[in-house]
Nanobody, 115 residues
Framework: QVQLVESGGGLVQAGGSLRLSCAAS????????MDWYRQAPGKQRELVAT???????NYADSVKGRFTISRDNGKNTVYLQMNSLKPEDTAVYYC?????????WGQGAQVTVSS
């Protein structure tokens, strides 16, 4: 069983920065990839960034060069540093992982970027 808890969302002006954190329970954190997804109102949930257990990363084209995903295996935590935020980044952000055939999701963190 894995529990994921996000924190760090909020309201920021365009051009500003926020850092999201996702704390994971359980003993498998070190051996699973971690993802950040987001879902804007009226839109489908989309993959934003992924980090493998060894730290390799991948990003959606829309956030490349602005967002950075990282992980601290000692703290069982994954981060999403978001810089140069745009109004179109407004969404609920979720962290996710998978183990076997089960997906685990956090409760979501609201990020609102004002113009």
């Amino acid at each position: 069983q894995v529990q994921l808890v996000e924190s760090g969302g909020g309201l920021v002006q365009a051009g500003g920065s926020l850092r999201l954190s996702c704390a994971a329970s359980g003993s498998i954190f070190r051996i699973v990839a971690m993802d950040w997804y987001r879902q804007a109102p009226g839109k489908q949930r989309e993959l934003v960034a992924t980090i493998t257990p060894r730290g390799s990363t991948n990003y959606a084209d829309s956030v490349k060069g602005r967002f950075t995903i990282s992980r601290d295996n000692g703290k069982n935590t994954v981060y999403l540093q978001m810089n140069s935020l745009k109004p179109e980044d407004t969404a609920v952000y979720y962290c996710r992982t998978a183990w076997g055939s089960t997906d685990y999701w956090g409760q979501g963190a609201q990020v609102t970027v004002s113009s």
